[in-house]
T-cell receptor, first 112, second 109 residues
């Protein structure tokens, strides 16, 4: 009974490159949330998706960031043209509805 | 002012002590989570509660909806309890979480 999977665990990108972060929710979960944890700061909501739909993207920067959760496959958080300020830990969580969210191990993005 | 406030900011305890971590929130919520994060590690959900009290092992979580306050208690603390403890609330209709800044707990042997 695998938990929430995220990959890669660590990602290094140079400024201007693209970063793709993947999240596979727990089996049976159709709700996915992405959160960002900047260094020395608390977690912040980014986006909430259900299969093939973005439900709430109020926490996501308007430019360079996008997210999807296709019918098949993992949820993807995509950051285009990364900048140093994007360096953070990105956590994905999944749930089966309005109940406990289970967190993945996170992807630590470092932008050089 | 943050919607979710935690106190104290940092906490050091001796092994075996009873520990209380507090969380206050200023918005209407449907539920509250207590999360644990170890250094460099992932996040574990300890409790989700919307009323009353829950207990799991040495951990107890309580919530007072009228006072908008929750506490996490650790009995017979142990060095392995050293971690960041984060309070988070469900606000709005879409179940997204709003987080406190977390409390860093160190339990000395």
């Amino acid at each position: 009974n695998a938990g929430v999977m995220q990959n890669p665990r660590h990602l290094v990108r140079r400024r201007g490159q693209e970063a793709r972060l993947r999240c596979s929710p727990m089996k049976g979960h159709s709700h996915v949330y992405w959160y960002r944890q900047l260094p020395e700061e608390g977690l912040k909501f980014m986006v909430y998706l259900q299969k093939e739909n973005i439900i709430d993207e109020s926490g996501m920067p308007k430019e360079r960031f996008s997210a999807e959760f296709p019918k098949e496959g993992p949820s993807i958080l995509r950051i285009q043209q990364v900048v140093r300020g994007d360096s953070a830990a990105y956590f994905c969580a999944s749930s089966s509805g309005a109940d406990t969210q289970y967190f993945g191990p996170g992807t630590r993005l470092t932008v050089l | 002012k943050n919607e979710v406030e935690q106190s104290p900011q940092n906490l050091t305890a001796q092994e075996g002590e009873f520990i209380t971590i507090n969380c206050s929130y200023s918005v209407g919520i449907s539920a509250l989570h207590w999360l644990q994060q170890h250094p460099g590690g992932g996040i574990v959900s300890l409790f989700m509660l919307s009323s009353g009290k829950k207990k799991h092992g040495r951990l107890i979580a309580t919530i007072n909806i009228q006072e908008k306050h929750s506490s996490l208690h650790i009995t017979a603390s142990h060095p392995r309890d050293s971690a960041v403890y984060i309070c988070a609330v469900h606000t709005g209709a879409n179940s997204k979480l709003t987080f406190g800044k977390g409390i860093t707990l160190s339990v000395r042997p």
